[in-house]
Every structure is written in structure tokens, then in C-alpha cells.
């Protein structure tokens, strides 16, 4: 089975540019998320989706960054314009609904790591 | 709000050595996972604990849940050199019909010395 794919791997932006990161997930998997992970730090979520909508989108800087997921499949986190302090690594995930002991397990990308200078 | 803490934030331990990382959680959870990450690389699922007094092992890991203490723990048994990692518990609240999100903590580096 294919595991979820995040491109590009690397992307080194200036500060006030804009960038884009693109997510395709497990097929078949309803549930996509976004999460960001400074160094040294946890992954924060970002942004989730049910298929083509946002069920919680609390923690994202509305006013820099964006993200669709058109059709319910693959999805886009966009940052415009980008600050010093949005480096860090951009994780997708992405999981099933459904039944069962590891129902709702989010299985994570390679993540793409940004750095804003 | 839920919070999740992890301690200790490091870990420096020689191989052959048993130690315990803690998880501990501030709200009601309906699943508590432990995840690996080496660096550079993605998060690698390790164990999902799904009620109270379950216990997972794999390996020299074993992971167990106190849902009315809100504590998970993470037990290395005779470590290795290949555990070093660093090492996530992520909380997801109760289940409303729809998938939840994961709270991570801040994780515990993991090093295994010879």
C-alpha cells in the first residue's frame, strides 16, 4: 500500500514570497491533516479535512496561509507571504473512517522542510 | 484546551539500560498513540492504546494506559543502540462521529550510548 506522498521534500523561500506544499494521501482515506513541526517541538495541527471540507481549521494563521483539498483527494498548504518564523517542517496525514481498534490512525508523510530566510 | 507533556524532554541512557519515558494528558481521551521519529524522517506509528490498562509490546517497547490517571507510559527494556529517536505520545479526545485531531507533546529525545 502506498503511504502518503508530500512534495517537494525541500524549499528554501525569502521572507514576503509566497510558497506551495502538495499532499496526496492513502487512497481511500477520508481524513486529511495538515500539521507543522518547529524544531525541537511537536507537530501542531493546522488544518483537518473530512473529504473536501474543513472540520477544524482553529489553528491556522488565516490571514498567510491557505489550504484546499479539491475532490477530496490530493490537498494544498500555501503560505503567502511567508515569515521567518513559518520555518519549519510541514507534515500531511492522513487517515480512515470507520470501526475498529485502529480506526482514525493518521499515517504521516515525509513532510517538507521550509526554511524562510 | 488539551495538553500533553512528555518528560524527560532528553534522554541519555547506555545500551542494556531499562528506563521509562511518561505521557501524561490533561482531558478525557478515547486513544493515546506513541509515534517514532529519527531525524529527518516522518512519524512511524508505534502503538495505539484504546482503553484503560491496555498495554502494547513490540520489541524492547512497551506501552501502557491509566485512562483515570491521564497517564501513558513508555517502557524500554535492555535498550539498544537502534532506539535512538525521538519519541511522541499524541492524544486524540473523544471520538464524535468524526475523525479526531492529534495533540502531540513535545517529545523525548532518545539517545542510547555503547
Known amino acids: 500500500e502506498a503511504g502518503v506522498a508530500q512534495s517537494p521534500r525541500y524549499k528554501i523561500i525569502e521572507k514576503r514570497q509566497s510558497v506551495a506544499f502538495w499532499c496526496n494521501p492513502i487512497?481511500?482515506?477520508?481524513?486529511l491533516y495538515w500539521y507543522q513541526q518547529i524544531l525541537g517541538q511537536g507537530p501542531k495541527l493546522l488544518i483537518q479535512?473530512?473529504?473536501?471540507?474543513?472540520?477544524?481549521d482553529s489553528q491556522l494563521p488565516k490571514d498567510r496561509f491557505s489550504a484546499e483539498r479539491l475532490k477530496g483527494v490530493d490537498s494544498t498548504l500555501k503560505i503567502q507571504p511567508a515569515k521567518l518564523e513559518d520555518s519549519a517542517v510541514y507534515l500531511c496525514?492522513?487517515?480512515?473512517?470507520?470501526?475498529?481498534?485502529?480506526?482514525?490512525?493518521?499515517?504521516f508523510g515525509q513532510g517538507t522542510r521550509l526554511t524562510v530566510v | 484546551e488539551l495538553k500533553v507533556e512528555q518528560n524527560p524532554l532528553f534522554l541519555s541512557m547506555q545500551e542494556g539500560k531499562n528506563y521509562t519515558i511518561y505521557c501524561n494528558y490533561s482531558?478525557?481521551?478515547?486513544?493515546l498513540y506513541w509515534y517514532r521519529q529519527d531525524p529527518g524522517k516522518s512519524l512511524e506509528s508505534l502503538f495505539v492504546?484504546?482503553?484503560?490498562?491496555a498495554v502494547k509490546q513490540e520489541g524492547r517497547l512497551m506501552a501502557s494506559l491509566d485512562t483515570k490517571a491521564r497517564l501513558s507510559t513508555l517502557h524500554i527494556t535492555a535498550a539498544v543502540h537502534d532506539l535512538s529517536a525521538t519519541y511522541f505520545c499524541?492524544?486524540?479526545?473523544?471520538?464524535?462521529?468524526?475523525?479526531?485531531?492529534?495533540?502531540f507533546g513535545t517529545g523525548t529525545r532518545l539517545q542510547v550510548t555503547l
Open positions: 496525514a492522513s487517515s480512515a473512517l470507520g470501526v475498529g481498534p485502529r480506526r482514525a490512525e493518521a499515517f
Open positions: 487512497s481511500g482515506h477520508a481524513t
Open positions: 479535512f473530512q473529504n473536501n471540507g474543513v472540520v477544524d
Open positions: 482531558t478525557t481521551s478515547d486513544r
Open positions: 492504546l484504546l482503553s484503560n490498562g
Open positions: 499524541a492524544v486524540a479526545p473523544r471520538l464524535t462521529g468524526t475523525a479526531s485531531k492529534l495533540t
